[in-house]
T-cell receptor, first 115, second 115 residues
Framework: AQSVSQHNHHVILSEAASLELGCNYS??????LFWYVQYPGQHLQLLLK??????LVKGIKGFEAEFIKSKFSFNLRKPSVQWSDTAEYFC?????????????FGTGTRLQVTL | GAVVSQHPSWVICKSGTSVKIECRSL??????MFWYRQFPKQSLMLMAT?????????EQGVEKDKFLINHASLTLSTLTVTSAHPEDSSFYIC???????????FGPGTRLTVT
């Protein structure tokens, strides 16, 4: 079975600082990778996804993530965070096991951006 | 983007009663819907996969007789928590898979409190 690890549980940054959130997964086969964001009081929204092709994926709101297959990683980055980026971020993996859309989520990273 | 609604958004019930939560895909047909449970400050845990016109597939450790899932149409899945107990209090989130884009869209969640 696949698993997802997010090592940063709570990150506090000042506005304009750069962000990198770690995500590692455990699965030996082909995977689809996702980053979701959950703003306070709101539902999960897709930030970006990787299915195949260019391992550097650009998403909404200036976020990007890089898939490094050799490291089983899919870290999320943003060059300059804003206060409005304060939210919970979840990495998720969809392993190609036949139940193609069965997502496994990481434990989440709470990002707090201060002014 | 695609919209998934949940009703109710929050519910308080007494121990021993049953509660039904609805999940609807508003602008697309979803042959597959998913039910998750989210504990405070924790990740989403997949409870079951709901397939239109067939029985739901439950994850290990989830009691199918306690969490009844019905997926009667391509736009509606329901989760009924039967004989609820305080430990069932949680945030329940559904998602619907858009087969065209192979992407899951999440509902806003339902907060259940069992007294």
């Amino acid at each position: 079975a696949q698993s997802v690890s997010q090592h940063n549980h709570h990150v506090i940054l000042s506005e304009a600082a750069s962000l990198e959130l770690g995500c590692n997964y455990s699965y030996g086969g082909t995977v689809n990778l996702f980053w979701y964001v959950q703003y306070p009081g709101q539902h999960l929204q897709l930030l970006l996804k990787y299915f195949s092709g260019d391992p550097l994926v650009k998403g909404i709101k200036g976020f990007e993530a890089e898939f490094i297959k050799s490291k089983f990683s899919f870290n999320l980055r943003k060059p300059s965070v804003q206060w409005s980026d304060t939210a919970e971020y979840f990495c998720a993996v969809n392993a190609h096991t036949g139940t193609a859309s069965k997502l496994t989520f990481g434990t989440g990273t709470r990002l707090q951006v201060t002014l | 983007g695609a919209v998934v609604s949940q009703h109710p958004s929050w519910v308080i019930c007494k121990s021993g009663t049953s509660v039904k939560i609805e999940c609807r895909s508003l602008d697309f047909q979803a042959t597959t819907m998913f039910w998750y449970r989210q504990f405070p400050k924790q990740s989403l845990m997949l409870m079951a996969t709901s397939n239109e016109g067939s029985k739901a597939t439950y994850e290990q450790g989830v009691e199918k007789d306690k969490f009844l899932i019905n997926h009667a149409s391509l736009t509606l899945s329901t989760l009924t928590v039967t004989s609820a107990h305080p430990e069932d209090s949680s945030f329940y989130i559904c998602s619907a898979r858009d087969p065209y884009f192979d992407e899951q869209y999440f509902g806003p969640g339902t907060r259940l409190t069992v007294t």
